[in-house]
């Protein structure tokens, strides 16, 4: 939202201030602004000057020397300017002052072109005339001005007078940031409104009075809304004997400041009421309207119309239309159309004003590719009141610039509106809320210069119709708080119980995670939730895995993006071939990511979304050094119970002989392996690369922060060695077990030292030796104990197959 400071001043005439002023005041009352650009910068001591006399250059055939009385002398310039005549008023900088740029249109340098007197092949020039674009401008602004030459005045310009100032210039625009729940700010009066209440002036709006004509509008048109849920109300006036002129000289420069090519009368009142009440207004020539009836229905499907910009835009039945008795006119909200667009020879108009569907206009013009000035204000949903007052005010306008006459009456076809909120006043809330103490009365101000009205029996707030942003005590207080001032508001500690912050007990679980994982050398990695239906083949999983159940994503990016993945092994494999490939010797990655699992097919409810630990590592390391990962991870998380490693997983992706399911707790929270040589094949990946994948909720439900210390031991500990012959089916595991089971109250710990497998060794068999420590905490062990939980151990070791090596 751009505005001219004096169009703001218009509407607020004791307002003075610097620029910088008003910048930070507004900021600071909650109308922020962006930024501001004054639109006679680098334009100094520049005049409007009339030829008097042109002779040719003595020694330059494209030159001319020109007389020109700029008020109190007649100076000489030299100019090349084809256009210019004797008797033309011009713009003439004179010596010593400054342009905002060259005639070319390219962008205006910083500090502007200072102009001095000299000579033009050997001729004096005391000045220069100036083209609009030199003056900082352009023809999109200023279409009189040639295309190719000196900027000239209309007749009636006084010599001598302010350049700048005839053309307007004198003026700065601000840049607005406006939050859409503020959609009474996209309008000058909007703004004019907050600057009023900003620094405590008067706000004079414009008084509107409609002079109509003896006819009644009845006779000209009717107008049926058929689709009332899109459109809330319809206004419909018309004008007759339309005289097409251009617009008077004040109403273009408002125009021109706000960035608005000023064209015609007509065209500029639709123009300007629509910056002034923010209300978006059409214009349609009676005549080409069939049956002079106005139809606001839905388009139809596979439809085509053409728009005012001559391109033809496809339909469809969620597309609100402007129709008369025959065809489509406008799409409602976005563009009139080329049926009915207004022409130099125009007699009859009839102007719209209405109140449309926010959303629906906003997906419109979406789908057709079609955003304009009125759909930005359409879409943040107007205030049905405003169409109303807009198309008065361009009708009094129409009249009052003798643009035409204004028959009597308004279509005026509308759904019951939303009467006033009202918002019960309570000052001991809203000082609380804000920590400030305002008194009432200085509230009640506040509220007066906002027009909210306070009806005195109830004690409520009355709050006016466009703004829509208040509905509770708390915007209430938001508005004493902007303008009693933030700044002025003290700083105070907050009431309430303290409370300690801290992280779930789920993300502390994870945090620790990461620690494990980079105290052992690995580096975060992430990677994409989405993947591709070929990663199950390349992973050699089977066709009826229920892992290849993936939910397809009904927009994706492409085949490689098109489901959510199942299984977190592809993202850390595809790290790990880009760091072989880029010939990374030692490479340790982690990952905590989410998989996702649908319940059943259709989706009828959402996935189940479990964290996934996975751990991948090529290089230094091998299946035990990820193994000693994993319980690095589970001590520190207070997972102290035996952890078996089952090497019956049947995992296809990973080596059939060096793979594992992880069982804690008689429950299966993940696995770990060397990936299968065919996989890294599949991914180029020429070196053994080892994974863990931890399922975290499982974890998270048997972690535990809670540690119970015992004090150092006050006897002695007893160790002995079993050296045995073990059957190659036995796993180490398997052994633990038993000596655990039969080791009773005494035994503190197992350690194996040792394993073998060779030639003094039978077939089918392995060596392997434990270290086994006895210890009591209340007495020093005799041999009787050692040797009475000795053979207990050994006896249950026999019934295994175990055979103790002579």
């Known amino acids: 939202m751009n505005t001219a400071l004096s169009w703001i001043q218009a509407y607020v005439p004791e307002l003075s201030c610097t620029d910088q002023e008003y910048c930070d005041a507004m900021t600071l009352t909650g109308t922020k602004v962006e930024n501001y650009a004054r639109l006679d910068k680098n334009l100094e001591k520049i005049v409007i000057g009339q030829i008097e006399k042109i002779e040719k250059h003595p020694d330059a055939d494209k030159l001319i020397v020109c007389r020109v009385n700029i008020g109190t002398e007649v100076i000489q310039i030299v100019t090349g300017a084809p256009n210019v005549k004797e008797g033309d008023k011009i713009p003439v900088v004179l010596d010593g002052g400054k342009v905002a740029g060259g005639h070319d249109g390219g962008p205006l340098p910083e500090e502007g072109i200072r102009i001095k007197a000299g000579k033009l092949r050997g001729i004096m020039s005391n000045g220069m005339m100036c083209s609009i674009e030199e003056l900082g401008s352009d023809r999109n602004m200023y279409p009189e001005a040639p295309e190719n030459g000196i900027y000239i005045f209309p007749e009636d310009a006084e010599v001598g007078a302010n350049a700048v100032k005839a053309l307007g210039m004198h003026d700065t625009v601000f840049e607005y940031e406006i939050t859409s729940n503020r959609v009474d700010c996209y309008s000058v009066l909007g703004i004019a409104r907050e600057a009023a209440a900003t620094f405590r002036k008067p706000f004079v709006p414009p008084v509107v009075k409609v002079k109509e004509n003896g006819e009644d509008i009845r006779d ?387 996935p189940d979304e479990r964290m996934q630990f996975t751990l991948g590592m090529y290089g230094d390391g091998d299946f035990f050094t990820m193994k000693g990962v994993v319980e690095e991870f589970f001590d520190a998380i207070g997972m102290n119970k035996k952890t078996i490693y089952d090497p019956l997983s049947g995992k296809p992706f990973l080596h059939p002989g060096r793979q594992a399911n992880i069982v804690y707790d008689k429950e299966v929270v993940g696995y770990l392996g060397e990936v299968h040589p065919s996989v890294c094949d599949s991914y180029d990946i020429g070196t053994r690369v080892y994974v863990a994948v931890m399922d975290m909720p499982y974890i998270v439900k048997r972690a535990t922060f809670d540690r119970k210390y015992e004090g150092i031991a006050k006897y002695p500990a007893v160790s002995r060695d079993i050296s045995m012959v073990v059957p190659q089916n036995v796993l180490a595991g398997q052994i633990e077990a038993m000596i655990e089971q039969r080791g009773g109250k005494l035994l503190e710990s197992c350690k194996l030292f040792d394993i073998y497998e060779g030639e003094q060794i039978r077939e089918g068999f392995k060596s392997v030796a434990y270290s086994v420590t006895f210890r009591a905490k209340d007495r020093t062990l005799e041999e009787s104990d050692v040797l009475g939980a000795m053979k207990k151990i050994l006896n249950g070791l026999e019934s295994m197959g175990i055979e103790l090596r002579q």
Request: hydrophobic fraction near 35%; charge should be negative; charged fraction near 30%.
């Open 220 to 606: 000209y048109v009717k107008v049926e809304v058929k689709d009332a849920d899109l459109c809330t109300r319809y206004c419909a006036r018309v004008c007759t004997n339309i005289k097409i002129a251009p617009s008077p000289e004040w109403m273009q420069k408002r125009l021109r400041a706000s960035g608005i090519r000023p064209i015609n009368n007509l065209v500029d009142i639709t123009n300007y009421v629509m910056e002034e009440y923010g209300q978006p207004m059409h214009a349609f020539d009676l005549d080409t309207v069939a049956g002079h009836k106005i139809i606001v229905r839905r388009a139809k499907d596979g439809d085509e119309f053409q728009t005012l910009d001559e391109q033809m835009r496809k339909l469809d039945k969620d597309i609100l239309m402007i129709c008369d008795a025959e065809k489509e006119i406008g799409i409602a909200g976005i563009m009139g159309g080329e049926n009915s667009k207004i022409t130099d020879e125009v007699k009859t108009v009839l102007f719209e004003a209405a109140t449309f569907n926010g959303a629906n206009i906003r997906k419109s013009a979406k789908r057709l590719g079609l955003r304009t000035d009125a759909s930005g204000k359409f879409e943040k949903g107007l205030d049905p009141h405003n169409a109303e007052a807009a198309i008065n005010r361009a009708c009094q306008l129409i009249q009052e610039l003798g643009c035409g006459e204004v028959v009597g009456g308004m279509v005026d076809v509308c759904q019951p509106m939303k009467e006033k909120e009202k918002i019960p006043f309570d000052p001991g809330k809203i000082n609380a809320l804000l920590g400030t103490d305002v008194t009432r009365e200085e509230m009640l101000d506040i509220f007066k210069m906002l027009e909210i009205e306070y009806d005195e029996d109830t004690n409520n707030l009355i709050v006016p119709t466009y703004r829509q942003d208040l509905g509770c005590c708390a915007d209430i207080a938001e508005e004493v708080a902007r303008f009693f001032g933030y700044d002025k508001i003290p700083t105070t500690l907050p009431n309430g119980e303290a409370t300690a912050g801290k992280i779930s007990y789920k993300l502390r679980i994870e945090q620790k995670a990461r620690d494990i994982a980079e105290y052992c050398g690995f580096s975060q990695g992430m990677h994409y939730s989405f993947e591709s239906p070929k990663v199950f083949d390349k992973l050699l999983l089977p066709k009826d895995s229920p892992l290849r159940n993936a939910i397809v994503i009904a927009n994706p990016l492409g085949e490689d993006f098109s489901i959510m993945r199942t299984i977190s092994l592809n993202g850390m494999l595809t790290s790990l071939a880009t760091n072989y490939n880029r010939r990374n010797k030692d490479v340790r990655l982690y990952e905590l990511g989410n998989i996702y699992l649908p319940h059943e097919f259709p989706l009828t409810q959402l």
